[in-house]
């Protein structure tokens, strides 16, 4: 029988603020994780600190509430240990792309099969509003004395930079486009990212719901717009495009997926080829012996002298 | 009585490490105990760096100085090493720098040169022909190898262009100088098969070089006596380094995961555990070892405990500014569970400090670790046998304990080679536990179960959902802040933590060496071991009766024992390599028991047997406090 998004839910008070746009976030990964009928033992969702990271708590599957910046190394390690479990990294701005911002870029070197949601709100809510990331320069929000004197970066072409192999960007109020992206991450292989631009209502009071529904629209209402690279010269002969359309953000804000390559290994294919077996037999699931296999001298015999 | 202890000196790319490679496999088909170890600086060419070992009839527990032999590929060498020859040594020198200036050579740190001037101020000048001088007034004897010309020769017997076998200098100068301590051709060339073997156009010019500095030598100075053969002629034995020996015991240890990220002294350890991470036929077992290079310490140390979340069998190695970097994650480590095997390699702090030279300075760092209550596992290894099984010991402490564990080992470990018999490495008794690993959970599993021992079933992750969090939870995992769940998970932290104390034998957390009645007695940690051990046999001999307690598990640390171990002692001295008297500090904390004299060493470089005597001397006779001891170059 096929899981619905209720059966995703957990019975934990979710403790963000009203009209958070998390909840939005979260309602759609229930729903992608539903229609993809993934089995909540073999989930497992590892998340940060901060206000999105607690999702971790509200979705049923594995659960790891990591340290500040390092959702990504942890999921790593879980994902290399059993490339069978479905790993998904949530998190925020500031979480995942500040503190944590140097395991962000690792990932897209590595190609893990591991989908990064970014909830995305420009700001660090836990700790009353400072300025995220990517919040842009000069604007000042509610909780700032001054207006932002430090830049923004672009999540999208950092994680082009990077080597991601799938790009997106949803918004957190638009359910079913957002349950959308999620489910074509998690389907995709390899380092996935979705930064999914969340109002904070709390803190946030420049980058609102009003400000963004002025700007977004969707790349798919041009209906020659297609993501999927899959061969090197495909690659070349878009990326100008994509790149254009990752750049804009100011009047006009597009939301979808720029960026899928679908030729280019994950880590653990390559592991598979320089250790045979990995993938059955991976490091998770490798049964430890009641002894040592063998004497060091039988194993580590270029350091014997043999005379 | 064969004991001999040498240096060979050179620029750093100048084949010092191969020299001294040579040098140990000769001795040990030579049939000798030896124990090696590289100098060197931060640098990739051109720097100083040297060789110093020492072979013996006797186990080759530690290095000294004096030695009996300096070989100085360069000129730098030669100043660098012109004290620390004896009376009876030769020098082995390039004839052709007999002129070369001290302040001509840049690649010389300026205090360095500053000292040779004054030296040999009353030697006419600051050249090699002075440094010759001075240490034949110290009574050694200088051999000046005229290199050009064996090179020359070397060059006209192989057939081979000069620039081609000028990299046979190392072999030149190795040869010689083993030929001058009794080591007959037949071994040294062993000794470079045994190196180059598999490449025969290094090999065969090395061959040659090697005959023409010994028949130079020969025919300049006279035939040497030849030494006896050592007693282990005949045995095939294992050299390996410090780095090596941990690689291998977790590799055997049932290792799955390993990740690191690069920094000296550490990083030897993570390649060999890559060299030999996949095997795919050893006694019918598989060998097969994730190792990962990480973008940085936090990531290394995170993507270990994600795996041994998963269910790995998972280490990271380090040094101390790496380990400063996973502090944090060693907390988290402690709060959700998660077993992880930290090899820190100490080096000389703080901050970078001097990344290529030895220290012992992170014993408080490593026990400390990590914000909010965390206590840890911290084992420190006193030689390369106790490395190799402390890293499988670590490995199952840390999936029985679920915590972190610190294995505590230093630039001098590293770095030092020693020779091991298949006796001492035998592992058919060592056994491979993963303490309560629960792989077939049921549904009402819970990740931090309430336990009588602290220790609640660990099961992989993928089994069942379940959660595991740095924040304070419950039993399930969840966060939470209710007082009196808080409390309840502070307290079977701190059964678990009790449990662990309990669980370790206090034999296996401290160790009396020596005399129990003797009323002088050594207190240490670490790579000291064996260069206290061998002090304590010539103290002996001068009269002076010694014991050593040497610690071994750091944390939890053996109180009560120590208390015992120390009581009947009435002249306590610590030896250590900080200045903070780190391990006097926690024993006094634990004990009570005030250390009042103390050896230290901090300039970076190994502590020699002969520095241990001299300060225990000092101690001893004379009443000294405190005795600083400062040789190597």
Redesign the interface.
Known sequence: MARKWLDYKTDSWVQWCPGCGDFGILNAIYRALAELDIDPSNLVVVGGIGCSSRSVYYIKGNAIHTIHGRAIPVASGVKLANPELTVIVTGGDGDLLGIGGGHFVALGRRNIDIPILVYDNAVYGLTKGQAGPTLPAWIQTKSLPHPNVQGSLNPLLLAFAAGYTFIARGYAYHLNQLKDLIKAAIQHKGAALVDILQPCPTYNDFMTNEWYEKRIYYLSEDPSWDPVVRSPQEHKEKAPKMLEKMMEFDERIPLGIFYQNTYKETLEERFEKIMNGYLSSPPGKRPLGKRPIAHPFQVFKEKVIQV | MTDVCMIIGGPQGGGIESAGQVAL?TV??KGFNVIGTREYHSNIMGAHSYFHLRFTEKPARALRIPVDLVIALDAESAFTHMWDISTKSYFVYDADSQDQEVSKIPSMESSLKRRVKEALAPKGGATVGSAVKFVEEKGAVPVGLPLKSILKKVSDETASPLSAIAKTVNIIGLAAGLYLAGVEYDYIAKGIE?QFGNRPKVLKPNLVAARIAMEYVESSFGKQKALPNGPH????????SGN?VVA?GK????L??Q?FYPITPSSDEAFYVEE?????D??G??????V?Q???E???I?????????????STSTSGPGFSLMN??I??GVM?EIPVVISLWMRAGPSTGIATRQGQQDLLHAIFSGHGDTPKIVVASGDHREA?FDA?KAMNWAEEFQTPVVHLLDKYLASTVAVLD?WE????N?????GKREDSPGSEYMRYEITEDGISPMA????????????EHDEH???TEDPVDREEMVAKRARKWETIARSIPEEEKLVLHGDPEARVTIISFGSTKQIILSAMEELERRGILTNFVQFRVLSPFPAETAKKLLSRSEVLIGVEMNFQDQLSFLLRAHTGIYVPHRVRKVNARPLYDTEVVYAVEKIVREGAKEVVVSGGA
């Not at chain 2, 590799?251 to 049932?254: A, D, K, P, Q, T």
């Not at chain 2, 030999?276 to 795919?280: D, Q, V």
């Not at chain 2, 060592?430 to 993963?434: C, M, N, T, Y």
Request: no cysteine; aromatic share 4%.
């Open positions: 496999k040990v088909v045994l002629r005949g045995r095939s034995r294992m050299l390996a090596d291998m590799v055997l240890g049932g799955t995961f990740t030999n991470m996949y095997k795919e050893v006694n077992s598989k060998i097969s070892i994730l990962l990480a973008e940085d936090l990531a290394a995170n993507l270990a405990l994600g795996a041994a979340a998963a269910g790995a069998r998972a944090e994650a907390s988290m959700a190799f499988i298949e490495l035998d592992v058919s060592v056994e491979l536990s993963r992989p992750l993928g089994k069942v959902p379940m959660l595991i969090s740095s924040l995992g969840h966060v």
